[in-house]
């Protein structure tokens, strides 16, 4: 007489883990803090803190401890690392050579101000008759903190103002020249002391700004200081100083342009195009109508 077979034992099911969790904590580790990962994959911080709290819970494990202000890793935070880029990798690679097209990376540009104001709509238009699917991604800033952001991967191509030397895994070139001015109202000249509307430091024009006058003897005084262009040109739209900018961003904002000779002459600038390495041909597309535009502006 046959028996029937014994029970199976339960087995137990299969948990997966999401790559989107994995990526943001890969993002994570990768930028040094929560804070510098928004920047990567475009959430906020408290998204963040949500997903790892998942994960961490998930995982049955903690992944962070914090040492102060630093958040470093548990030992299963620096073996899931390992774990967790691998199994990107593989993701990545299974969407690339069997997935669907999708939309593609976006193109992330920065730029100074001077820039945004005149030559950008040109470019967009020009661009987006060639690449009607690129996305993009622009930051206008102060070329130091533009370059600060590529120097962390956050930006592909930025276009700024004067030399700052070569960066590894990148390559630069001068796209133009432009003339600094005095900008402002010509009355202000008389006065024994130069009345200054400037940006905070660093800034190159603050800088040719104050050298030059200091080379002249030319006594100044600072009345009016911003971190941004649109304070900086409200005050010299109001009356209340001078300053110095390109020829280019006056002309753009409609602001006077103080030839006398009475005040010393300052130089002129480059423009500068840095572009990183290995670029998909839509961003190398957008870099050189960037360096069109701003050699024939």
Known sequence: MSHPPAPRAPQRMARNVQTELLRSFVAIVEAGSMAQATETIFLT?????????????????????????????????????????????????????????SDPEPITVGMVQD????????????FRLEHP???????????????????????????????????AGASW???????????GDPAHI??????????????????????????????????????NLPALRAGVRGGIGIS???????????????TTRSLPPVPDIETILVRRDGLADSAHDFGDLLADAAENQ
Request: glycine share 6%; aromatic share 4%.
């Open 45 to 101: 911080q408290s998204a963040l803190s949500l997903q790892m709290k998942r994960l961490e819970d998930m995982l049955q494990q903690k992944l962070f401890r914090r040492d102060g202000r630093r958040l470093l890793l548990t030992a299963t935070g620096e073996e899931l690392v390992t774990y967790a880029r691998q199994l990107l990798a593989l993701n990545d690679r299974i969407m690339q050579n069997l997935g669907q097209q």
């Open 115 to 126: 820039f945004a104001d005149t030559i950008l709509p040109d470019v967009l238009g020009r």
């Open 133 to 167: 699917r690129a996305r993009l991604i622009v930051r206008v800033g102060g070329s130091m903190e533009l370059l600060e952001l590529f120097d962390r991967s956050r930006l592909d191509l930025v276009l700024c103002l004067g030399q700052h030397g070569d960066r």
């Open 173 to 183: 070139d001068v796209v133009g020249h432009d003339r600094m001015v005095w900008l």
């Open 190 to 227: 008389e006065r024994e002391e130069l009345p200054l509307v400037l940006l905070e430091p660093p800034c190159r024009f603050r800088d040719a700004a104050l050298r030059t006058l200091t080379e002249a003897r030319r006594e100044y005084r600072i009345v009016m200081e911003t971190p």
């Open 244 to 258: 110095c900018r390109t020829r280019r961003f006056a002309a753009a904002e409609g602001l006077p342009v103080i």
